[in-house]
């Protein structure tokens, strides 16, 4: 896909969510562009849940360069761009949106963003593993599809509502994907969390159910560690926040944006030199 140009000018991108303003997006983009010395910025903006429709047609007028999409917004977002992108016509979500020929696409970046974070960050292949996701949301679909596509031998959907997990699985359409239990994260090699707790472990999980030998990816990256990371820490498992996935997922939106690789490099510096926005 080409990347899309203002024409002359500075370029705007934007994040759209509610709430939004703990976004670490625009410091991740803004460090991008002044690294790739492009005239371009990125704001974020709380849009009311029920208005991502609207944000879009704004995005239209404005002429907007991209936009990133957050909660609550992903699904509506998917129903009013003109085409979508194969992953996220998979799982009716969207988290980017880009022009292109005059269009505006959406496209999904999370499951993407999670294999690379994964492997970048923490030599971790889900070909061949037992997996545990947590939750059965947007972020979850999104997770699974990634995890399955991958190779990974087993992904045990544990769900709160048996029947958001079996949805799923139906989504998954492939036998190594199933409706699982918080009993299966004992046998896991990988539990990846995409529920909304932090200051708790989520599902009825608890300590014993953790140890070494096992990756867990908590995808909440506010609070940076969360029961849940540091009940896995404690017990002996490597345990980290979501933080790789978000940069990865932003870089994969940033090169279908502008059509050049984000510098992760500068992108790393910029946070580490932001402490306070990482403990927000």
């Known amino acids: 896909m080409t990347a899309w140009s203002p024409g002359g000018g500075t370029g705007v991108a934007a994040v759209i969510g509610s709430p939004v ?6 410091l991740i983009h803004n460090a991008a562009f002044r690294a790739l010395g492009m005239d371009w910025v990125y704001v974020a903006f709380d849009v009311p849940a029920g208005q991502g429709g609207s944000a879009l047609e704004a995005m239209r007028t404005l002429g907007l360069g991209g936009l990133n999409v957050t909660m609550p917004h992903k699904a509506a977002v ?16 969207v988290n980017t949106v880009v022009r292109h020929h005059g269009a505006l696409v959406g496209e999904s970046t ?7 974070a994964l492997e970048a960050d923490l030599a971790f292949v889900p070909e061949g593993r ?37 949805e799923v699985v139906r989504l998954a ?38 140890g070494a030998g096992q990756l867990v990816v908590d995808l909440l990256y506010h609070p940076r560690t969360s029961a849940l990371v540091q009940a896995a ?23 279908l944006m502008h059509g050049v690789a984000m510098p992760l490099d500068a992108v790393h510096a910029a946070l580490e030199a932001e402490p306070e926005a990482l403990r927000r």
């Open 21 to 26: 303003s703990h976004s670490l997006s625009p």
């Open 78 to 93: 998917a129903t009013a761009v003109d085409r979508l992108a194969p992953a996220a016509a998979a799982l009716g979500v």
């Open 110 to 116: 999370d499951g993407a963003g999670l294999l690379a």
């Open 130 to 166: 037992r997996c545990v996701v947590l939750g059965a949301g947007g972020s979850a679909r999104a997770v699974v599809l990634a995890l399955a596509g991958a190779g990974a031998r087993e992904v045990a959907v544990v769900a709160r509502r048996s029947a958001q997990a079996e």
């Open 233 to 255: 820490g404690d017990r002996g498992a490597v345990a980290t926040n979501g933080l790789g996935m978000l940069v990865h997922q932003a870089a994969l939106a940033f090169q």
């Open 173 to 210: 359409s492939t036998s190594r994907v199933r409706a699982g239990s918080v009993g299966d994260v004992a046998g896991a090699e990988l539990v990846v969390n995409t529920t909304p707790v932090g200051d708790r472990l989520p599902l009825e999980l608890v300590p014993g159910d953790l």
